[in-house]
């Protein structure tokens, strides 16, 4: 069993519609939560970064942290075609360097 | 903001062949890794370089093997390039600050053993 689980998709939706994408985790020492946003041929590009648990928000994108229940989510809202891309989760410990992706979760906006 | 810097954008070598996929982490990021990504799949950890010393090893062939420079650059070797060695190879860099430690990756060399 993978250390982060993320649902693969592909996940289809209208334009302004608001997305959802999850990921769940096993490890109870991970303390840092990064969503990264991936365009096909381009390298994974950091889109949101928490620390432990909460809510962070940037423009329209929201990272949520539960680690009571090792869930992590990233909330699009008001998607734009623009957003179409992989969404990989990712996730480390204070100590080692070591970083745990999810195997993301393909999106796309429709216009 | 200055970011990975990675070279080729492209290769394309033929079985049994070596390759060498160099890396520029961003300025004054301590740590670099390397990574394989094959399609519709995530990053797999190779190696990783902390301070030009290895600090991690991941997933690599025995046939892999990577070094980080005075210069910090970093570059991953391959021999007896294989089929299945076919993928996209990230490079990323972070730093330990006060928020922690985030990767940020190059946009990566793309494989192709022919």
């Known amino acids: 069993q993978k250390e982060v689980e993320q649902d693969p998709g592909p996940l289809s939706v209208p334009e302004g519609a608001i997305v959802s994408l999850n990921c769940t985790y096993s490890?109870?020492?991970?303390?840092?939560f990064m969503w990264y946003r991936q365009y096909s041929r381009k390298g994974p590009e950091l889109l949101m970064y928490?620390?432990?648990?909460g809510n962070k928000e940037d423009g329209r994108f929201t990272a949520q942290v539960d680690k009571s229940s090792k869930y992590i989510s990233l909330f699009i809202r008001d998607s734009q075609p623009s957003d179409s891309a992989t969404y990989l989760c990712?996730?480390?410990?204070?100590?080692?360097?070591?970083?745990?992706f999810g195997t993301g979760t393909s999106l796309t906006v429709i216009p | 903001a200055a970011g990975v810097i990675q070279s080729p954008r492209h290769l394309i070598k033929e079985k049994r062949e070596t390759a060498t996929l160099k890396c520029y982490p961003i300025?004054?990021?301590?740590?670099v890794y390397w990574y394989q990504q094959g399609p519709g799949q995530d990053p797999q950890f190779l190696i990783s370089?902390?301070?030009?010393?290895?600090?991690d090893k991941g997933s690599i062939p025995d046939r892999f093997s990577a070094q980080q420079f005075s210069d910090y650059h970093s570059e991953l070797n391959m021999s007896s390039l294989e089929l299945g060695d076919s993928a996209l190879y990230f490079c990323?860099?972070?730093?330990?600050?006060?928020?922690?430690?985030?990767?940020?990756f190059g946009n990566g060399t793309r494989l192709t053993v022919t």
């Open positions: 370089f902390y301070e030009k010393m290895q600090s």
């Open positions: 990712a996730m480390s410990a204070p100590t080692g360097n070591q970083f745990y």
């Open positions: 928490t620390y432990s648990s």
């Open positions: 990323a860099s972070s730093l330990v600050d006060s928020l922690g430690s985030r990767l940020h």
């Open positions: 490890n109870s020492a991970f303390q840092y």
């Open positions: 300025p004054r990021h301590d740590t």
